[in-house]
């Protein structure tokens, strides 16, 4: 039985997408990791913590009361009974997730988490280490790519789409930042699991990555 699906990639690479979509198609939990963390960021910031205060950040980890509303649609995200799916999704909370993302003590408390929602559950998890470090036992292991260019001319287009002012050039170089953050920091880089399928969702719609995943999962 296909318990755990993991999808993994870069901001932009459709993961978000594609995972809700196939979470849905087969009726399976999904499990949207970057969200935790950027709960996480929104939390300490509203707690005045900052990244090197190690314990503290523990500590928060420890204590945080984090909700997924799943009868809604796309789910919401409650910190504290207070919905922060919009407040988590800021060009400042990109930037502070992807920071607050390289602390061991934030990454161990996370990965407990996922876990245990996972747990006898059948679940979509997509983030940047499902597949090499959260769920390296998966049968099921993807990993979304797309050129630099169109990966920034989405989340572009989801800014506008908002109704926030953005600059391509802004949202361009704030995506290449977190890239490198992402993929270069010493624990849990952003990489592809050596068993997972690769994909290039250049040229291909969130439906065609879609149709592809299931094929390969009745393989
Ligand atoms: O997927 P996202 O853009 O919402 O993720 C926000 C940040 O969280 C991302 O820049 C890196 C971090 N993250 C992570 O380190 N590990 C995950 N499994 C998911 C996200």
Known sequence: MIDVITIDGPAGSGKSTVSRLLAKRLNYIYLDTGAMYRAVALAAERKDIGIYESNKLKELCRSIDLRYKTDEDPPRLLLDGQDISAAIRTPSMDMLSSSISSVKEVREAMAILQRTISKGARVVAEGRDMG???????????????????????????RLQRGESASMFHVSEEMKTRDLQDENRFLSPLKPAKDAVLIDSTLLSPDEIVEKIIRHLKK
């Open 132 to 158: 090499t470090i959260v769920f390296p036992e998966a049968e099921h292991k993807f990993f979304l790519t797309a050129s630099h260019e169109v990966r920034a001319e989405r989340r572009y287009r989801e």
